[in-house]
């Protein structure tokens, strides 16, 4: 089954920072509950655009959304001494979002994570920048997966991001990712394939139906997980119906559930 990280708890959203500097429970609670209804398996929690006040704003964060759903939480920051202290506080196996090949981000967490029960989101970024082709991305998702797995992270909980790129600036993008997409599971049929879609149609006009043809390509391709907003009715539509079509939905079921709730919509 697909898997959906809500990305809405995050302090870069307006709306959400004030929430967290004004203390303001319900407005948070109200959010996950909306996530969790409209099909999040996962929600993000990211507190880092306040400067100064992370460790403070994600321990609130995790205090307030915990009692409130059953859903595990997928812990967002750079610095791993948040993490760490996060961690400590979880009560479902979380996901961390996120390691790299960068040298700096890769040799701060890899001792976070070692010897840790948790999921794994692998950015395919190394100190190079962006990969520029699918070889490229394939590369990079096979040295993490390996580096993963040497410290105890079994392949089934690793999350590889093959960072989606705009397509508006080279029209083989699109292409590239689908490739490395599909070469990465060849690889590792075991490891999940997640990552944001709306770069790929930045800069462009309807940019909402290009990612959702784009995220049924990328499921086509091997992608399970995303990570978006689960309140984006159209492409959570799309991404159940997808699923459906894939034979990953027993019998229907999930998209029947999601008809009769209202939560698919033509």
């Known amino acids: 089954m697909f898997e959906v990280i809500g990305e809405r708890i995050n302090t870069s959203r307006k709306k959400v920072q004030e929430a967290v500097a004004q203390r303001d429970a319900q407005y948070i609670i109200d959010d996950v509950k909306q996530q969790e209804a409209c099909g999040a398996t996962f929600i993000d929690v990211n507190a880092g655009a306040r ?63 070692k010897g840790k029960d948790c999921k794994v989101i692998a950015l395919c970024m190394d100190d190079a920048g962006m990969p520029e082709s ?25 999350y590889v991001d093959p960072l989606v790129q705009p397509i508006s600036t080279d029209s083989t993008k699109g292409v590239m990712v689908l490739d490395a997409v599909r070469a990465i599971k060849a690889e590792y049929p075991e490891v999940h394939i997640t990552g944001g879609l709306s770069n790929i149609s930045y800069g462009l006009p309807q940019r909402k139906i290009i990612n959702r043809t784009f995220v049924v390509l990328m499921m086509d391709a091997g992608m399970d997980s995303a990570i ?23 019998f229907c079921m999930n998209y029947l559930k999601g008809v009769r709730a209202g939560t698919i919509e033509s």
């Open 51 to 113: 400067i100064g006040h992370e460790t403070e704003d994600m321990k609130w964060l995790l205090s307030v959304i915990q009692p409130e759903v059953t859903l595990p939480l997928t812990l967002d920051s750079p610095d791993p001494a948040v993490l760490e202290m996060a961690f400590g506080l979880v009560e479902k196996t979380p996901m961390i979002n996120s390691i790299s090949l960068e040298k700096e981000r890769y040799e701060a967490m890899i001792p976070f994570l």
């Open 228 to 250: 978006i907003d689960p309140l984006d009715r159209q492409i959570m539509s799309t991404i159940q119906t997808a699923d459906m079509l894939l034979g990953n939905d027993n």
């Open 134 to 158: 699918s070889d490229d991305i394939f590369r990079r998702a096979d040295t993490l997966v390996k580096e993963l797995n040497a410290i105890g992270i079994p392949t089934a909980n690793i």
